[in-house]
Structures are given as structure tokens and as C-alpha cells.
Nanobody, 114 residues
Framework: QVQPVESGGGLVQAGGSLRLSCAASRMFLAIYTMGWYRQAPGKQRELVAKITSGGSTNYADSVKGRFTISRDIAKSTVFLQMNSLKPEDTAVYYC????????WGQGTQVTVSS
């Protein structure tokens, strides 16, 4: 499997939580940086969070303290735990494997109602 596959999106009320999953190649998780990005209507795609092959993480300022990226290499999965969701978090969320080229998933819709 080369292309990441996202799941776990949906509709949630403001203040709620969702956990996104990204199934990807175990090799990708072990070697490359994996990232979660999002794109809201009319806006550019933006970085949400990244996790390096060494396990270091970094986050967009807008999600720090609310979102957590993690991975389970044995299960070939990257997770994005999203808490205290806000309407402005509404977007299509994409998983990306940042190899010599970037492999993008198809995206999963997250909608946060006020």
C-alpha cells in the first residue's frame, strides 16, 4: 500500500472530539515524516500536525493543546486525536507521507457545528 487511507471523520458539535486514523505503509511510518493537513472551503491546504520517523511532533499554533498526533508502527497507522473542536476546524483532513515525493490520502471530512 502506497497511498495513505484516512478514516474517522464526521459531524460533531463544538467542544466534542474525533479521532482520525491514517493507514499507511509500515515502511513509511518507520522512515518518513507523516503529517495531517486540512483544507477548508476557499482556503489553502495547511499543516495541522507532523510526526517524524524519530517520533518528534510539531503542531500548527491553532491546534496546539487540543490535537495530538501519534502513530502505531506495528498497526501501520497514524492517528490524530482532536479535542475541544471548534467550527473553524471544519475542513477536509488529509494524511500525507513525506517521502522523496509526498503521498496524499483521499481525505476525510470533519464538520464541527456550533
Amino acid at each position: 500500500q502506497v497511498q495513505p487511507v484516512e478514516s474517522g471523520g464526521g459531524l460533531v458539535q463544538a467542544g466534542g472530539s474525533l479521532r482520525l486514523s491514517c493507514a499507511a505503509s509500515r515502511m513509511f511510518l518507520a522512515i518518513y515524516t507523516m503529517g495531517w493537513y486540512r483544507q477548508a472551503p476557499g482556503k489553502q491546504r495547511e499543516l495541522v500536525a507532523k510526526i517524524t520517523s524519530g517520533g518528534s511532533t510539531n503542531y500548527a499554533d491553532s491546534v496546539k493543546g487540543r490535537f495530538t498526533i501519534s502513530r502505531d508502527i506495528a498497526k501501520s497507522t497514524v492517528f490524530l486525536q482532536m479535542n475541544s473542536l471548534k467550527p473553524e476546524d471544519t475542513a477536509v483532513y488529509y494524511c500525507a507521507a513525506e517521502a522523496a515525493r509526498t503521498y496524499w490520502g483521499q481525505g476525510t471530512q470533519v464538520t464541527v457545528s456550533s
